[in-house]
């Protein structure tokens, strides 16, 4: 059985070929939940590092849709991982309670599929804040 108290990579279905082109699809069979949200961020500059905080109950997948995204990940109990987003048919699983740090090449474009609706209260910004909650 999957462990969603930790990050991972899915690989959604890659459809097509390099004749005509691809599809890759998201829904209910290969997600780990049901989603309320969707957004895209892109034009981040190089130099700019997103992120920067922890959600008490919001998981997410990250997938980078065009260019290449790192994004740095910590648990609680100190568990770091480094990922590197750069096909369009890998998602980032990102688990609640999971601080998360992100750098972007210019033309990167990243969707995220989230399982709540934005709400300011569930996040966690404060570093110190979120190492509290490993004790
Ligand atoms: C995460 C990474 C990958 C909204 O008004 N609605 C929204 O749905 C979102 C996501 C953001 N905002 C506003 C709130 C802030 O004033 O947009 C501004 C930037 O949001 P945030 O600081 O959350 O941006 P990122 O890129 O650091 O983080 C976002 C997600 O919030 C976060 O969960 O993992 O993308």
Redesign the pocket.
């Given at each position: 059985m999957k462990d969603y108290t930790k990050p991972f990579l899915i690989e959604f279905p890659k459809i097509g070929g390099s004749a005509l082109g691809y599809i890759s699809v998201a829904e209910n069979e290969n997600l780990p939940f049901v989603p309320k949200?969707l957004?895209w961020?892109y034009f981040t500059p190089e130099e700019v590092e997103?992120?920067?905080?922890s959600?008490y109950d919001?998981q997410?997948i990250?997938i980078a849709v065009a260019g290449r995204i790192q994004v740095t990940t910590e648990l609680v109990n100190g568990d770091k991982e480094t990922f590197l987003l750069d096909k369009p048919n890998v998602g980032l699983y990102?688990p609640k309670m999971c601080w998360?740090d992100?750098k972007y090449t210019h033309n990167a474009v990243?969707i995220?599929i989230a399982s709540i609706e934005?709400d300011?209260k569930d996040?966690i910004r404060d570093y110190s804040e979120f190492l509290k909650h490993g004790r």
């Open positions: 949200r957004y961020t997103r992120g920067g905080h959600h919001l997410q990250l990102i998360r992100m990243q995220c934005y300011e996040y």
